[in-house]
């Protein structure tokens, strides 16, 4: 597993998927880690917030 290093300002730009998560080559685990960070950003936009905000709340929640 690897730590997480320290969080990078929020912007109009984000990562999802084996893009910003250490995922193993097999079992289709990139794949599988696409569509849950995709559900997470997708459930942070439709939230009612601002796009900064809710792309921040997004990056906090995978931070954790």
Known sequence: ???PG?????GPVTLL???I???SPTGGN???TALRDADLL???LTGGRD???A???YERQMFE
């Open 21 to 23: 998560q250490a995922t």
């Open 6 to 10: 320290e969080r990078w300002a929020s």
């Open 42 to 44: 997708r459930r942070c």
């Open 1 to 3: 597993m690897v730590e």
């Open 55 to 57: 792309i921040g709340d």
């Open 30 to 32: 990139g794949a599988n």
């Open 51 to 53: 796009l900064l905000g």
């Open 17 to 19: 998927g084996d893009a």
